[in-house]
């Protein structure tokens, strides 16, 4: 039977948009979803503390002379991701080690500033890097962390200088330790004055390797 009127046109514009929605498939091109290349995510980087090449020298100055004196590296370990700069890990530095080469003058420093047999590291914890650090080659940043010292903790910068090659690193440093501010004790006396801030230069240096 023939089909007429309305229902004609309504089955021919049917099979009108089925015809084209089947040609328009063939047609296109399978859709992909392509994810945009660059560099991969930055590798954490680790660094080991060798105590061995490693030391810290400080220095104070009094009314007589200036006094110069090291202490060792216990150990260390620390990482930072070079993108974001957040870091973590510790330097320790044995406080027991303190040597000025003068005998009496240690044992006061021990005994009645450092406190070294109550207290016997000095601890450096980092959180943030400040600035590029370069994977290969030299770098200056600022090192922001935590110093425990003689019991307490203390915000503190570092300006620091490092260089990084081959799976090896080395980094210096120069900060101020506001000693007397940071509540240890004063060693002057009537006829010594010290001065309230030793500065400190850190000389480190140890192995790396770098971690998705």
């Known amino acids: 039977m023939r089909l007429t009127g309305w229902k004609s046109i309504w089955i021919g514009g049917a099979f009108l948009v089925v015809l084209t929605v089947f ?55 620390l990482h930072f991701d070079p993108e974001t700069g957040k870091a973590g890990g510790e330097i320790v530095v044995l406080a027991t080690s303190g040597d000025s080469g003068n005998s009496s003058r240690d044992e006061k420093m021990h005994k009645l500033v450092l406190e070294s047999a109550k207290y016997p590291d000095a601890t450096f914890r980092p959180t943030q890097v400040e600035g590029k650090v370069a994977t290969s080659g030299n770098s200056d940043v600022q090192l922001h962390g935590v110093f425990l010292l003689h019991g307490g903790e203390h915000d503190l910068t570092v300006p620091v200088h490092a260089e990084l090659e081959n799976g090896k690193w080395n980094a210096k440093a120069k900060f101020e330790v506001p000693y007397i501010q940071w509540g240890l004790k004063d060693p002057s006396n009537w006829l010594l004055k010290v001065k309230p801030v030793v500065r400190v230069e850190l000389e480190l240096a140890g192995s790396m390797k770098s971690s998705k």
């Open 23 to 77: 040609l328009s498939a063939i047609a296109a091109p399978p859709t992909m979803h392509v994810v945009p290349s660059g560099p991969s995510a930055a590798s954490e980087l680790s660094l080991t503390v060798d105590p061995g090449q490693s030391q810290v020298h400080w220095t104070v100055d009094s009314t007589l002379h200036t006094v110069h004196g090291t202490f060792a590296v216990k150990s260390g370990a």
